[in-house]
């Protein structure tokens, strides 16, 4: 059932928003050169890497500039990437990657492999299920540059989020059902709608 719900609603995510898709593809384009995707290496089920889609946020070769978590106004990320990454558009690519089978809608948030190498024997069952676009550290943790700050982002993930957003992953992967998928669909909306609306009024 999970299967089946990720790829209907996946490709039907792909085709209503086409219109909305190609027009963020081509403000990518014109406001700064490279590519529209951003495709990075990530842990996925049973460890095994793969290359996450995201709609490019940053400076091309952003990674040879800075580290690898993304501080509080970061100059790495182009005006058209505040506006993406504040609603979480930049993730929608990401249902190419649920149509491979490397990633769920719901799961524990993909992350780098130089972060999975650490995990401790209760932290690998996270690399017990398939990745996701959301979960429980998507909507705790939805503003993470506001929450790691301006200075030693990597030092201030490292050190205080991590272990925490690795908490949520683990209480996804034993409360994992379809039931509980729902759920947090509607909380993720329920958030993302919200930071809309005080976005606009």
Do not use: H, W
């Not at 409360?175 to 958030?191: P, R, V």
């Amino acid at each position: 059932m999970k299967r089946i719900f990720d790829v209907i609603s996946s490709c039907f995510g792909l085709t209503v928003l086409a219109p909305f898709l190609i027009i963020i593809g081509i403000l990518i384009k014109l406001e700064s050169p490279g590519p529209i995707f951003y495709r990075g290496v990530r842990a996925g089920k049973n460890g095994v890497p793969f290359q996450i889609y995201k709609f490019r946020t940053m400076v091309d070769n952003a990674e040879k500039l800075g580290g690898g978590t993304t501080a509080l106004g970061d100059p790495r990320v182009t005006r058209v990437g505040k506006f993406l990454r504040r609603f979480k558009f930049d993730e929608l690519p990401q249902s190419i990657n649920i149509i491979k089978g490397e990633m769920s809608v719901v799961g524990p948030r993909p992350e780098l492999t130089r972060y999975t190498d650490m995990y401790d024997e209760e932290e690998k069952k996270i690399l017990s299920v398939l990745p996701g676009i959301t979960d429980y550290s998507s909507i705790e943790l939805f503003s993470l540059d506001e929450i790691v700050g301006k200075d030693n982002a990597d030092q201030v993930f490292e050190e205080k989020v991590l272990k925490k957003k690795n908490a949520l992953r683990l209480k996804y992967v034993y409360e994992n059902n379809f039931i509980f998928d729902m759920k947090i669909i509607y909380k993720t909306f329920a958030l993302l709608f919200k930071k809309i609306f005080q976005f606009l009024f």
